[in-house]
């Protein structure tokens, strides 16, 4: 946050101290309602025209949430002897005493951590009031007015991020990860989805099998079956949620040629729960459910069974030929709860207390469920965990699951902030509550934390520094470097095996290169200062690195078209930046907000993506050459009108650029346009 940004918190405080909050604007009305209308993470991340307007309306929401903690007597939650007391600096925010997850003996232990929370609401509000949200939107259009483009979304990020909601490219582990993408993401024949771990798979809104493929229709009901073999591209089949139930949605899906398997991620309504399960009593919210079907003929795809569980989708993670499903479900507080009001389900029954993980803190109301599916067993469940929070984003390793939420506290002027950290291992389709652990600071996104033998690496943004932190397998802290690129904030970051990149900006670019060898003493061995930033870095190859963002004007620091970087990497104490290319007119690129939007294959020599110009949508192909730089192949008008970002997908030599119901078949020999299909 910079300093602009904490005067307008300090002036909305001062304007608002005396005013009454409404009740559609408490934390868990914002929430509800939040879910209500945007039931994922994922889907947050898919929106294409996301204006500063937009943004703010997140920050005001987020500022709701954190105003009341600053509010509240104490202001500091009082943390059990569990772990995740907080230092008074506000940077180094490590207890030294990371313990195992506690998980609850009765279901009696865990309403008490639903009471608890509900009294400290009450309390945050009994004396005065905080916010009236017609003059909150008001002042904070005021006060946000002169910052700019770029800087006033950056402002409305940090404010989400406030709220604990920050938010989201290949296979194998860590090490051989270069190797991999140097090869390609894909087995040669077709592209995969992009992925942020090596070796753990996605779903996705388009995927193929190297012959058909599948992908989700506008209504988000259907998923269309695309045979490509032959002249033209030919509708084959269908899989459709009529059966559902009126209000489900599908929103991703996972296609597995070994297996000849299809897993669709969907919501089911009450009604549909209730059919299936006798005896089930709905809550008022969706569940959400996997659905496996045999594509064995994928002209007739049959469907196999599914599972269920409380709460909406927020993502998924396909490893070692198991499904792990994470949906959020927000508590809907009353005066007096019963167990089915307040314990999760998974196939229609009540989990047990004792695969429901405690809180760090006394209070929560709000729950990250967590379930394995052996697609062979489609209509079982392997496992299941609850964690039990006040919500958060996760990061899964090869590994580990790792669920992360952000405390915000605002004393004395300034907002400080403790990230809490969770850690969930997963083996053969068996989970397991480990540790947990906390670090000052929060993250940008997924790619700001990264596993390495055993031993996780963040890298944090609090006020107007940023840290890097290395915490062992217990989660207890080794290594830090703090008071980082002052008056900056995290873009994005990237980790390979001993060393990290990360970029920071304001108004230049440094990308900063970190030595990780020894984990107990990190070091930044190299910064490069450039105009402009990348919010989104990859592996290409060998010793290169690639960043898209945005280039930046140096005298007026505004933002003047997409640009694409290559930093040499070979020698991580001189990062160079060898070559640049801006697309001028082009105002953003889907990739900067969804990972799966790229296509890159360095073994292919492939970069594509989507990106909103003048005019309309357009999706850009480059290639990569040591002397020439960058060659743009491809720059083609993006029709169709979906919610969901651009996807371009190849199959031998043939690209497809899928939007909404509209594909669009593109030759990769000389870039013409060779087919397309409206389905």
Not at 91 to 117: F, L, M, T, V, W
Not at 144 to 151: C, I, L
Not at 205 to 222: A, P, Q, S
Not at 521 to 530: A, Q, R, S, T
């Amino acid at each position: 946050m910079d300093r602009r940004e904490q005067e307008t918190l300090d002036k909305l405080r001062e304007k608002t101290a005396d005013t009454e909050i409404p009740e559609t604007l408490k934390p868990e009305q914002i929430r509800r309602m939040l879910d209500e209308k945007e039931p994922g993470t994922e889907d947050v991340k898919k929106r294409k025209n996301r204006t500063w307007k937009a943004c703010m309306l997140a920050a005001a929401c987020a500022a709701v949430v954190s105003l009341a903690v600053w509010k509240m007597p104490g202001v500091q939650r009082d943390l059990p002897d569990q772990g995740n007391a907080g230092a008074s600096d506000g940077k180094n925010k490590d207890s030294g005493r990371s313990e195992e997850i506690i998980c609850a003996e009765d279901y009696p232990q865990i309403y008490d951590c639903i009471k608890a929370y509900q009294e400290s609401i009450e309390n945050s509000y009994s004396d005065e009031s905080i916010i009236k949200h017609e003059e909150f939107y008001v002042a904070a259009e005021a006060e946000t007015a002169d910052t700019g483009g770029s800087e006033g979304a950056a402002a409305a990020e940090d404010g989400a991020a406030m709220a604990g909601s920050n938010g989201n490219s290949s296979r194998k582990t860590a090490e051989s990860a270069a190797m991999d993408e140097a090869a390609g993401n894909a087995s040669g024949d077709y592209s995969e989805t992009n992925v942020r771990q090596e070796g753990v798979d996605e779903a996705d809104i388009v995927k193929t099998d190297g012959r058909y493929l599948y992908v989700l229709e506008d209504n988000n009901k259907e998923i269309a079956v695309v045979d490509t073999q032959g002249q033209e591209l030919k509708k084959a089949a269908s899989i459709k949620m009529e059966d559902k139930g009126e209000d489900c949605r599908i929103y991703e899906f996972y296609v597995m040629p070994d297996t000849k398997k299809l897993v669709l991620i969907c919501s089911a309504d009450n009604q549909y729960m209730m059919d299936r399960y006798p005896g089930y009593l709905g809550d008022g919210a969706s569940s959400t459910v996997a659905v496996t079907y045999d594509i064995q003929d994928p002209c007739n795809p049959a469907e196999e069974g599914s599972v269920s569980q409380s709460g909406f989708y927020q993502s998924s993670r396909m490893s070692d030929g198991y499904l792990y499903l994470f949906s959020e479900w927000g508590l809907n507080l009353k005066d007096h709860m019963e167990p089915i009001d307040y314990i999760p389900r998974v196939n229609g029954e009540n989990m047990k207390a004792d695969s429901i993980c405690l809180p760090p803190g006394k209070e929560a109301y709000w729950y990250e469920i967590i379930t394995v599916v052996d697609p062979k067993k489609p209509k079982e469940t392997k496992d299941s965990i609850a964690l039990f929070s006040k919500g958060g984003q996760l990061y899964v390793s090869n590994e580990n699951i790792y669920f992360y939420e952000t405390e915000w506290d605002y004393r004395y002027g300034r907002a400080d902030c403790t990230t809490t950290i969770r850690k969930v291992g997963y083996e053969d389709g068996e989970l397991k509550a480990k540790v947990q652990g906390e670090f000052g600071g929060y993250l940008k996104d997924s790619f700001c934390i990264d596993e390495y033998k055993g031993n996780l690496r963040v890298v944090t943004t609090e006020g107007e520094t940023n840290s890097v932190y290395v915490l062992d397998k217990e989660l207890k802290q080794i290594g830090a470097i703090e008071d980082l690129a002052e008056d900056e904030r995290v873009y994005s970051a990237r980790f390979m095996g001993e060393v990290g990149y990360f970029v920071t900006f304001r108004e230049t670019d440094p990308l900063f290169s970190v030595d990780l060898s020894d984990p107990e003493k990190p070091k930044i061995v190299g910064e490069l200062k450039i105009p402009g930033f990348s919010d989104y870095l990859h592996f290409y190859g060998e010793d290169q690195l690639l960043g898209i963002g945005m280039n930046v004007d140096e005298e007026t620091q505004i933002t003047d078209g997409v640009k694409l970087s290559m930093f040499d990497i070979s020698d991580k104490t001189d990062v160079k930046e060898k070559d640049t290319y801006v697309l001028e007119n082009v105002y953003g690129a889907d990739v900067s907000y969804d990972y799966k939007a790229a296509l890159i294959d360095p073994g292919r020599n492939i970069i594509g993506f989507s990106g909103n110009a003048m005019g309309g949508q357009r999706y850009f192909l480059f290639e990569y050459d040591e002397e020439d730089g960058f060659l743009c192949n491809m720059e083609e008008d993006v029709n169709g009108n979906g919610m969901c970002c651009t996807r371009g997908v190849y199959i031998d030599e043939t690209l497809y650029v899928v939007q909404g119901n509209i594909i669009e078949a593109y030759s990769l020999k000389d870039y013409k346009k060779v087919g397309d299909l409206i389905l």
